[in-house]
């Protein structure tokens, strides 16, 4: 902790030895929580001139709620003009107004601290919890949301100690992709990735690696290559993909953008999709029915993820024993960018 700087239940817990939920639970009296806990967290939080943040208990008192649901767009990294997050940004505002809710949306300032906009949206009681989006694997946003206690959902499990509450993809999300091309013939398989610093692809990632192992393939290094969000970047990665000596006969896109970025490429190369090289996408935007050839991918569902992510966030805020974590597990849906082989 910096001089002068305001103890946070994070260092409360470090200093008592325990967990931020014991923590949490020690200095608000519940019941459950034994006495030789309490007493640890106590004489913690009175060494360090600890002071709980009154605003955010505010902001859990069912008497001071704001019926509102907030949702900070990253910035540079979230854009309406997305197809799958339009349509996941649609199926949010709508689930919130069925339940009662409005969605007040926020970006932060340009080179700002991450966590400024949450610590605003609290000091206003404008909200009474928080949707989070492009979540990372080490995030401020959500160990600040899990010190102050305040109630918040996660697209994507971020590891951490502490209620992270989190609608995410099932393990095993990229099984079906990879199940489809070994049934085609295919054995050398590659991937495009989105950044792997983010919990989806994170998810994504792992996934994919354990459906080769499935079938016992090698995750070759030469035929996965990380790529960004959109098109532009997955037409850079292909270039470095097909610069391998032995290029894969079919690969996994970690989104349907990065998907029609690759076909973009393969044409540019004189590559034949899907004769010469089979493509799958993730996401299932409307555009993957019109790529040409129409695109093999995984459909989760803007609108099921949207549902979801507002159910749990409005029982972590009127219920909170009531919320519990989703796994979604997506369909395949089969279309024109995959073929057999070829023959080398």
């Known amino acids: 902790m910096s001089r002068g700087q305001r103890p946070t239940l994070r260092d409360v817990a470090r200093e008592s030895g325990l967990s931020i939920t014991q923590t949490s639970r020690a200095l608000n009296g519940h019941e459950d929580v034994a006495a030789g806990t309490r007493e640890r967290a106590l004489e913690a939080a009175h060494r360090l001139g600890y002071v709980p943040n009154q605003e955010a208990r505010r902001l859990r008192d069912p008497n001071v709620r704001s019926h509102s649901l907030g949702l900070v767009l990253v910035a540079g990294s979230q854009r309406f003009s997305d197809p799958f997050f339009g349509e996941l940004l649609a199926a949010i505002v709508d689930e919130a107004a069925s339940r009662g809710y409005e969605l007040q949306l926020s970006t932060p300032l340009a080179d700002e601290d991450p966590v400024a906009s949450y610590e605003r949206a609290i000091r206003a009681k404008r909200v009474d919890g928080f949707v989070l989006l492009r979540t990372a694997l080490s995030d401020p946003r959500v160990d600040y949301l899990v010190e102050e206690g305040v109630p918040f959902v996660t697209f994507g499990e971020v590891p951490g100690p502490g209620r992270r509450l989190s609608v995410s993809e099932a393990s095993d999300c990229i099984q079906p992709a990879v199940d489809h091309l070994v049934a085609l013939g295919h054995r050398q398989i590659g991937c495009l990735t989105e950044p792997l610093e983010y919990v989806i692809a994170a998810r994504r990632f792992e996934s994919f ?92 569902g803007e609108r099921a993820i949207g549902r979801e992510l507002v159910t749990q966030l409005v029982a972590a805020i009127e219920d909170p024993d009531s919320a519990t974590d989703v796994h979604l597990t997506p369909e395949l849906v089969i279309r024109e960018s995959t073929a057999v082989p070829p023959t080398r």
């Open 209 to 300: 690696k354990q459906a080769l192992a499935h079938h016992g393939i090698e995750a070759r290094a030469d035929h996965i290559v990380p790529s960004g969000f959109r098109e532009d970047s997955a037409v850079a990665a292909m270039g470095q993909l097909l610069a391998s000596n032995d290029p894969p006969t079919a690969l996994v896109a970690f989104n349907d953008l990065v998907a029609f970025g690759a076909m973009r490429a393969a044409a540019q190369h004189g590559i034949d999709v899907p004769h010469e090289l089979s493509i799958v996408g993730f996401d299932d935007v409307y555009a993957s029915r019109l790529s040409s050839p129409p695109l093999t991918t995984l459909r989760l």
